[in-house]
């Protein structure tokens, strides 16, 4: 069983940068595929980025070339880092570990989650 517990988030001005990190415990983060999702108020929980154990990624098209994901497996780490920051990127962002690897951006199942980070961008 692994913990996840995301941080990093806050508030940043528009075309701003953020990096989110994602710690895992519990159990080695080294044998999970992870992912990062993200929920806006009043809207569905969107899968923004996906990693595997060998950190091949995908990325969400609302995201593609403006967010990275990583992950630093000896420090049981993930990240996101965001760039060129919109106001539509307002969201409680999460991240999340499972056992698939699904290598596309779609319906996927994941079994631990974090508890998410608060990312507003607002001038």
């Known amino acids: 069983q692994v913990q996840l517990m995301e941080s990093g988030g806050g508030l940043v001005q528009p075309g701003g940068t953020l990096r989110l990190s994602c710690r895992a415990s519990g159990s080695v983060v080294d044998i999970y595929n992870m992912a990062w999702y993200r929920q806006a108020p009043g809207k569905r929980r969107e899968l923004l980025a996906i990693i595997s154990r060998a950190s091949t990624t995908n990325y969400a098209d609302s995201v593609k070339g403006r967010f990275t994901i990583s992950r630093d497996n000896a420090k049981n780490m993930i990240y996101l880092e965001m760039n060129s920051l919109k106001p539509e990127d307002t969201a409680v962002y999460y991240c999340?570990?499972?056992?698939?690897?699904?290598?596309?951006?779609?319906?996927?199942?994941?079994?631990?989650w974090g508890q998410g980070t608060q990312v507003t961008v607002s001038s």
């Open positions: 999340a570990a499972g056992t698939t690897w699904y290598g596309v951006i779609g319906p996927h199942q994941y079994t631990y």
